[in-house]
């Protein structure tokens, strides 16, 4: 059961567009959700993060949205630039973070 | 400052043999996760330590999973008589807080396992 879903399991992007990453999650108890960034061969970093009382977080060039009604969030990077290749993984959590659910991920590739 | 570590970056071992994984957490950081990460995965939780509590085994997949934290520190996840569906890449990942909202979860490179 798949509660954290990220159905684009690839995204490309020209370089100084944005990039839309979308995730899904079926939790209504979820209640902090993260955005991670992974590199290969190395373990994911921790991009941007959004509270279930916000519908919005922004930090320099990246935002996340969130809509709890629709139980989707998305994370938005503009402009894309080709240091942002790499793969996107989502995530909530329910009461603070102690155990992260996450999605499958999303391999974005900007492109010059 | 040093970051997440993990050892060995890489373990090939045969099914059936026993496998330790280690991680060295950041310095100070009193909560350690361990996940992993099967081929076209997410991350699956699979157990999680917060200081001298006991910790929170709920995601291990298998009695044959075990890990153990040592002075608060470095933490051994051990796989026994491995099966080729344990092959993945194991990830550990520290944080200074637990239970608040804002806790910033560190990951290290992982341990690739190949169980042939």
């Known amino acids: 059961d798949q509660q954290v879903k990220q159905n684009s399991p690839s995204l490309s992007v020209q370089e100084g567009r944005i990039s839309i990453l979308n995730c899904d999650y079926t939790n209504s108890m979820f209640d902090y959700f993260l955005w991670y960034k992974k590199y290969p061969a190395e373990g994911p970093t921790f991009l941007i993060s959004i509270s279930s009382i916000k519908d919005k977080n922004e930090d320099g060039r990246f935002t996340v949205f969130l809509n709890k009604s629709a139980k989707h969030l998305s994370l938005h990077i503009v402009p894309s630039q080709p240091g942002d290749s790499a793969v996107y993984f989502c995530?909530?959590?329910?009461?603070?973070?102690?155990?992260?659910?996450f999605g499958t991920g999303t391999q974005l590739k900007v492109e010059l | 400052g040093a970051g997440v570590s993990q050892s060995p970056s890489n373990k090939v071992t045969e099914k059936g043999k026993d496998v330790e994984l280690r991680c060295d957490p950041i310095s100070g950081h009193t909560a350690l996760y361990w996940y992993r990460q099967s081929l076209g995965q997410g991350l699956e939780f699979l157990i999680y330590?917060?200081?001298?509590?006991?910790?929170?085994k709920s995601g291990l997949p298998s009695d044959r999973f075990s890990a153990e934290r040592t002075g608060g520190s470095v933490s051994t996840l051990t796989i026994q008589r491995t099966q080729q569906e344990d092959s993945a890449v194991y990830l550990c990942a520290s944080s200074s807080t637990s239970g608040l909202v804002g806790n910033e979860q560190f990951f290290g490179p992982g341990t690739r396992l190949t169980v042939l």
């Open positions: 330590f917060q200081g001298n509590s006991a910790p929170d």
């Open positions: 995530a909530a959590s329910t009461g603070g973070g102690n155990k992260l659910t």
